[in-house]
C-alpha cells in the first residue's frame, strides 16, 4: 500500500506560480515512476507530466511544455510541480500518481493515487 499527500494548491492570477508536492509512503519511492494529473470540473483527468524513477527523464503534456517542471527527490520521498505562466485554463485539482512502469501518460498504468489539491488561477 502507498500513501500520497499532495499540498500546494491555493488560488493565484494568472501569469503565477506555485509549486505542488507530493509526499510518498509505504513504499521504495525510489523505484517507481511518477506523475500528475489534473481534472477540471466537468472533464476527465488528464496527463500533466511524469518523471522516471531515478528522475533522469520527463515528459509533457504538450499543454503545459516550457511552463510546469516536474522533479523528484528520492531522499525525501517526494515528487514536486513547478508550474509558472498559470494561465485560468490551468486551474482544476491536480493529483499525483504512483506507477509501475515506464513513463506514461495512462491514467491507469498508476497504481496509487493522491486525494488531489485544488490550483484555481483567476485571470
Do not use: H
Not at 500546494?8 to 511518477?34: E, N
Request: aromatic share 14%; proline share 2%; net charge positive.
Amino acid at each position: 500500500q502507498v500513501q500520497l499527500v499532495e499540498s500546494g494548491g491555493g488560488s493565484v492570477q494568472a501569469g503565477g506560480s506555485l509549486r505542488l508536492s507530493c509526499a510518498a509512503s509505504g513504499r521504495t519511492f525510489s523505484s517507481y515512476t511518477m506523475g500528475w494529473f489534473r481534472q477540471a470540473p466537468g472533464k476527465e483527468r488528464d496527463f500533466v507530466a511524469a518523471i522516471s524513477w531515478s528522475g533522469t527523464n520527463t515528459y509533457y503534456a504538450d499543454s503545459v511544455k516550457g511552463r510546469f517542471t516536474i522533479s523528484r527527490d528520492n531522499a525525501k520521498n517526494t515528487v514536486y510541480l513547478q508550474m509558472n505562466s498559470l494561465t485560468p485554463e490551468d486551474t482544476a485539482a491536480y493529483y499525483c500518481a504512483f506507477g509501475g512502469g515506464g513513463i506514461t501518460t495512462r491514467a491507469d498504468a498508476y497504481n496509487y493515487w493522491g486525494q488531489g489539491t485544488q490550483v484555481t488561477v483567476s485571470s
